[in-house]
Nanobody, 123 residues
Framework: VQLVESGGGLVQPGGSLRLSCEVS????????IAWFRQDPEKEREGIAV????????EYADSVKGRFTISFDDTRTTVYLQLNSLKPEDTAVYYC?????????????????WGQGTQVTVSP
């Protein structure tokens, strides 16, 4: 299984970005893809997760209403739409995969990770 993130960058407060996570190599149909983020001074935080079986989602309170996770039509890419960005959203964003297919946001439940993409929110 391989996960490759892209789409990070520098954006002003209030702006938007769309992150992508290309997923390949999954042998099962029921899995979950989650997005996490980590600031160097904080623990890794789970922010959004989506199930491959029915596209149900879960969000952390810190991003609910601002971020949206979704699959593309082929289910080979998971997007994270980031709107109304704030300076405190600055972090490295990672996607991760779980073959159990459960909607979990604890990083210890995930064993497959991408390399991360930097998001910086600054005037």
């Amino acid at each position: 299984v391989q996960l490759v993130e892209s789409g990070g960058g520098l954006v002003q407060p209030g702006g938007s970005l769309r992150l992508s996570c290309e997923v390949s190599g999954f042998a099962c149909d029921d899995y979950a893809i989650a997005w996490f983020r980590q600031d160097p001074e904080k623990e890794r935080e789970g922010i959004a997760v989506i199930s491959s079986s029915d596209s149900t989602t879960e969000y952390a309170d810190s991003v609910k209403g601002r971020f949206t996770i979704s699959f593309d039509d082929t289910r080979t890419t998971v997007y994270l739409q980031l709107n109304s960005l704030k300076p405190e959203d600055t972090a490295v964003y990672y996607c991760a995969a779980d073959s159990a297919g459960l909607l979990r946001l604890d990083p210890t439940d995930y064993g497959l990770w991408g390399q991360g993409t930097q998001v910086t929110v600054s005037p």
